[in-house]
């Protein structure tokens, strides 16, 4: 099969300078999808260099490059280390990680991500995983449905959501995502609808794919496996994912305050590099989908 298009690469240069790439250096890439990031830090590295890059998606694993120094696990980056050491890596010089839903997976109707597409609800990132956003709609409780509108999605809204949902589906399964939207259409705010309705969808995605849980795990992970001087690169697209990569670097936590000496002081894992980096007026122009892009960059201490 032919390889697939999944997206351009966001904030590709900036990323990458960002890992400070050294010539024999070993380097992670935990979202290969398409590729492109990958290509360029293959693109910096010596013969000697080594990139191992994780994709859950098996569709990723078309757009395998035929590059002995590449290495391309089809599993998910969650116990990261652990695949790592099974390839004999106990410590890395740099991970890049790019949280953004790949435009192959949007534009594919059968997955059931977009709100463009009638499609059976899926929205399963590794298509073998047991939870799907069917039965997420159908079967979770009132209770768990609002905490994760309210949670994920951030909607104030959240309850009567919930509560309108479990309604209609006693009556009928909602089974597609036309099927979701119709339920909603006459209860959201028209001149918001859309707006509402992605952060309903991304709401149950997040779910489905548990994506919070295994950004905590990565983070984590990347502060255990990179050498010291080791450098972060992620790229997040959403204020909750974007907020708990900023605390981890900031203080090693994702909530509450780590404990002080004496002296008011705390050890962190990281230090910042430079400022938080968005993606330039025509990048955006060229790439729509990168106008939410923000990348934090950080050094292992």
Known sequence: MSQIDYHSPVLVKEAI???NIKNDGVYVDVTFGGGGHSKEILNNLGPKGKLIAFDQDKD???NNVNDSRLLLLNENFKHMSRFLKFNGIDFVDGILADFGVSSHQFDSPKRGFSIRYDAPLD???NENNKISAQIIINEYKESDLKRIFRDYGELRLAPAI???IVEARSASP???????KEVLKTYLPRIKYNKILAQIFQAIRIEVNNELEVLKYFLIDAKKILKTGGRLSVISYHSLEDRLVKRFIR?????????RDVFGNFKVPFKK???????SEKEIKINSRSRSAKLRIAEKL
């Open 123 to 125: 929205m399963r990132m």
């Open 17 to 19: 300078s960002g890992l």
């Open 251 to 259: 203080n090693g936590m994702f909530n509450g305050e780590p404990k």
């Open 162 to 164: 919930a509560r309108k």
């Open 273 to 279: 590099v430079g400022k938080l980096i968005t993606p």
């Open 60 to 62: 990723a694993l078309l």
């Open 174 to 180: 909602i089974l597609t995502t036309f099927q979701l």
